[in-house]
């Protein structure tokens, strides 16, 4: 039976609230610690389903040997959704049932690789730079569109970069992860290199646009929802 993943009970519920954690977190975000090496070691991906009619958000955590991309672990965790919708502070909808996902894990993370932002976010402290100021761990964000900001497309072959602009500052890259298919968004969470999360997500995109651990953790989250849903959670 599925167990509902508990909110802290100091969560956020206002945007003035929210926007005052980000404002109190994002000063301990480090971006100048080069992250592991690509290749190596454990990386994790981070993904949620809703059913809005429920107000339901299943998270998952899939872990993989970054060298062969194998699955070692994996947990999921089901929540109700803990703040509303509101562009720019969708962490705060998603990181308490995340964590409770993390919990579960038999094994450490390592890297952490969410479906969303870190520095590419208008506060600069999206999903990813949130999640690795929590956990401590370095995390990456991989997303599917350029959020607000500007961005020429890359050159076909696959690896070109471009940068993800906000006026002059780079707060991302849009990455071509397979030749001639729309590139992904990369940007750095915590405790790596904007360099270094281009690197993980070519490492992690071997067969498809988006890397591998974000593909298993978006089948692994949307299964959980419908098993909980057919609980009647």
């Known amino acids: 039976m599925t167990t509902i993943a508990p909110v802290p009970e100091d969560w956020p519920t206002t945007e003035a609230e929210a926007r005052a954690v980000q404002d109190a977190l994002r000063g301990r975000v480090i971006l100048s610690e080069p992250g592991p090496p690509p290749g190596t070691g454990h990386v994790t991906g981070l993904d949620v389903a809703y059913d809005d009619e429920r107000d339901l958000v299943a998270a998952a955590a899939v872990v993989l040997d970054a060298a062969t991309l194998e699955t070692v672990a994996q947990s999921t965790a089901v929540g109700r959704v803990s703040f509303p919708y509101v562009p ?5 909808r998603e990181i308490p049932t995340l964590l409770t996902a993390l919990s579960r894990l038999p094994c450490p993370p390592g890297l952490l690789v969410c479906d969303g932002y870190g520095l590419a976010h208008p506060r600069r402290f999206g999903l ?3 999640l690795g100021v929590l956990t401590g761990l370095p995390a990456m964000g991989v997303a599917k569109n350029p959020f607000t900001f500007t961005c020429l497309a890359p050159a076909a072959p ?11 500052e780079e707060v991302g890259r849009a990455l071509r992860t397979r030749e001639g298919v729309k590139p992904v968004y990369v940007s750095a ?11 993980h997500t070519l490492a992690l995109t071997p067969e498809y646009r988006l890397p591998e651990t974000t593909r298993r953790a978006d089948a692994l989250c949307r299964r959980a929802l419908r098993e909980a849903v057919g609980e009647g959670v």
């Open 189 to 199: 969470g915590h405790r790596v290199t904007l360099a270094g999360a281009v690197a």
């Open 128 to 130: 990813a730079s949130h």
């Open 88 to 92: 720019g502070l969708l962490a705060f």
């Open 158 to 168: 696959r690896g070109s970069t471009a940068p993800l602009l906000d006026g002059p």
